[in-house]
């Protein structure tokens, strides 16, 4: 109680002017602040890096390095959050801190000046360049976080603040908040930070907000970004020339890039304690577990949730929220996973499909990565008209997409579930793992697109891409990646940042390109090897921050195929290379007049990128050769390969095993010695089926 008496009179007596770039000198040596250049990561981390790999017997899941004690109450009717948080930050450094950042990503909606809001309009001016973008929000409907007062030990730090653009973005961007503390932390001690601080949530938007009743609460609070260490994440040690030994100290460097249209986020595991009051009416659904029973004082409802080992808290509420659909999902030796599912009645229909999704997806990851660790998960069925709320991962809670038509079979009913397993695995990719979503997006959401198609494509389970009477064409989950994959022209490297890109449909090739690369992978060296590597990685990964380079070092290692996963690397993600080989002509004639035997050739190209290729030579008897075709940089873009036999050459298939989704036109890699018309007649067949299928519809009706 005094605290918050202290943070109430500290508020009226300091007001605080957060819009200030001004900076303030501290006597401290400063810290530097990762830049806007950061993309893939080319050194692997240092094996005790972030704590070293959790064994499983240790007293913490997480190298826990940040508390928040957060009591906040929503208003409905403002769509506004009043909150007062302590934060405990540890220094894991060996230098004394000076200077904190603070992520207030709910700026990114507060002015039509943020970086956000600049690069929405750049993305909108790439797709319609002839029309004037229009601003997101209508007046009132903004969002924003103000912090009214910060003290530590005593003294108000709110003075020393100020905005800064880590990026080089807009100098309006009040995202990344500095704070030169009042008194600095020495290594290895812990800073506590009091707050208070008002969000204003805006319409629904980019992940988080409200729309009526409904309030979807994410990057709500302040939260202190990731200092970095040497040997995490290819930060090493940099020292003056003939530095003696004993002076030397470990490089470090602050992480905290500005809220971009495309980036997610990135944040330090720790613990969260958090009390949150709403209208009595309201429900609430939450990263973590309810730790008390629910109290009612004055129509106001009080809900306490805490978790640890985790990096972010979310919440949802609303007064249309029906009773939650309960599930629980079993592990050994350990208490079942309690599950409950939030919807309104609008989209109850999809509670119980969201719910066997749910289940499904974990019981893959169980069997293929390792047991969720956490006791609890909480999924969110937006209503309508709340749908850019959907399609999210927080820690222990996501929320789907709702649909209009869930009956089994359907394609709304595919997309739901596709939804619901990309977003539970998201807890094992990004929740747990917790790679820099900032910098390296191909790890959480391609890394995880691959996993969810793999796993649905092992169930059997196909997308349906047309539904009309007479005509339902499906197709594999893999398929469809390649199609949104932009495999013709891939505008940027999967391992560039999430915001240096071409437009935002090069940025969704992150999902659908890495998904294809990986999934090469897994056919040229088996799924027992790929399920083993990807294990691995989690394994010793895990609530550690892994960088592209510690994941490329685990795929090298676990398929011993090291050459190879250079070589894909190198092409795919740390540059933006197309493939296309292609069959270029094929013939065969009898070697000599009267002779049975025959001399057949095959003009193979590289269009693009060298890859190691097999090539098959189907003769009319029936019999076939074989030839490799090894990829080398310093190969010509083509070669001329000569087959003897005693049988007419028929077709040739490049990579007849299809290991190369990659490869941007697969139609071309094959080509037969006469024209076959087999395929386009039974595409012919079918198009004149539905066709007539469709004019009884007509003259039915």
């Known amino acids: 109680m005094r605290l918050r008496f202290l943070l109430a009179l500290m508020t009226l007596l300091v007001p605080v002017a957060w819009a200030e770039t001004s900076a303030v000198q501290t006597a401290h040596a400063a810290v530097p602040l990762q830049g806007g250049a950061a993309q893939a990561v080319k050194i692997v981390s240092a094996a005790g890096a972030w704590g070293g790999a959790r064994t499983g017997a240790d007293q913490v899941l997480s190298d826990r390095v940040v508390h928040y004690q957060i009591n906040a109450e929503l208003d409905p009717t403002t769509h506004r959050i009043t909150g007062a948080q302590t934060v405990r930050w540890r220094n894991r450094s060996t230098v004394a801190i000076s200077t904190v950042y603070f992520h207030l990503y709910l700026n990114g909606f507060a002015n ?85 601080f008002v969000s204003q949530l805006p319409r629904a938007l980019s992940r988080t907000g409200y729309f009526k009743t409904f309030h979807m609460v ?38 905290a890039h500005e809220f971009h249209l ?35 004082t004055a129509g106001k409802s009080r809900y306490h949730f805490a978790q640890a080992d985790v990096h972010d808290f979310a919440w949802a509420a609303d007064s249309r929220f029906m009773p939650p659909l309960l599930g629980s999902f079993a592990r050994a030796g350990k208490s079942p996973v309690q599950i409950k599912v939030f919807f309104t009645p609008d989209y109850a229909s999809n509670a119980a499909p969201a719910l066997a999704a749910t289940l499904g997806a974990m019981r893959y990851s169980d069997a293929t990565l390792g047991s969720y660790p956490y006791d609890t998960l909480s999924v969110i069925v937006p209503p309508f008209n709340a749908d850019a709320a959907s399609g999210m991962e927080y820690p222990t809670l996501y929320t789907v997409e ?26 094992y990719f990004q929740g747990i793992l917790a790679s820099d979503e900032f910098e390296e ?60 890109r071409f437009s935002e449909a090069s940025f969704g090739t992150v999902y659908s390109r890495t998904a294809i690369m990986l999934r090469d992978l897994d056919a040229r060296w088996g799924a027992a090897v790929m399920t083993r590597a990807m294990q691995t990685y989690y394994q010793r990964w895990k609530f550690r921050h892994p960088s592209i380079a510690d994941f490329k070092a685990v795929l090298s290692e676990v398929s011993g195929d090291h050459a190879h996963v250079e070589r894909v690397f190198a092409q795919t993600v740390y540059a933006n290379h197309l493939m296309d080989d292609r069959v270029s002509a094929l013939s065969s004639l009898p070697l000599a ?79 037969r010695l006469q024209a076959d018309s087999s395929a386009s007649a039974r595409w012919l067949s079918e198009l004149s089926a539905s066709l007539e299928t469709f004019y009884a519809l007509v003259l039915s009706l």
């Open 441 to 500: 997006p191909m790890l959480d959401e391609g890394l995880n697109e691959f996993w969810n198609n793999r796993y649905l494509k092992s169930a059997g389970k196909t997308l349906p891409l047309i539904e009309a009477p007479g005509l339902t064409y499906s197709v594999d989950r893999f398929e469809f990646a390649r199609i949104r994959a932009a495999l013709a022209d891939p505008t940027d490297a999967l391992g560039q940042n999430s915001w240096a």
């Open 593 to 671: 007049e009267g002779t049975e035997r025959f001399e057949s050739f095959v003009t193979v190209r590289h269009f693009g990128v060298s890859l190691p290729q097999t090539l098959v030579l189907r003769f009319k008897d029936g019999t076939t050769q074989t030839q490799a075709w090894p990829a080398t940089d310093a190969a010509p873009s083509w070669r001329r390969l000569r087959f003897l036999s005693a049988s007419i050459a028929q077709s040739a298939q490049l990579d007849p095993e299809q290991h190369y989704f990659i490869d941007q036109n697969l139609l071309d890699n094959s080509r």
């Open 112 to 196: 039509s000046g943020s970086t956000y809001m600049h690069e929405q309009r750049m993305s909108d001016l790439i797709d319609d360049p002839l029309t004037a973008p229009k601003a997101p929000f209508d007046d009132g409907e903004w969002g924003s976080i103000k912090l009214s007062g910060v003290i530590q030990l005593g003294s108000v730090v709110a003075p020393r603040a100020r905005f800064v653009q880590p990026d080089g973005g807009p100098k309006t961007d009040q995202s990344v908040l500095a704070l030169d503390l009042a008194q600095a932390v020495p290594p290895g001690e812990t800073l506590t930070l009091s707050m208070n």
């Open 262 to 296: 495309n980036s997610e986020f990135y944040a330090d595991f720790g613990s969260f304690d958090v009390t949150l009051t709403v209208p009595q009416e309201y429900t609430i659904a939450a990263t973590g577990a309810q730790v008390a029973p629910v109290t009612v």
């Open 402 to 427: 709702g649909y209009t038509d869930v009956r089994p079979g359907s394609r709304d009913s595919a997309l739901l579930e596709f939804v619901a397993v990309h977003e539970f695995t998201h807890n």
């Open 218 to 255: 994410a990057q709500w609070f302040p939260k202190i970004a990731v200092l970095e260490l040497a040997g995490e994440r290819g930060l090493a040690p940099v020292f003056p020339p003939d530095t003696p030994p004993i002076d030397q100290v470990q490089s470090v460097r602050w992480n």
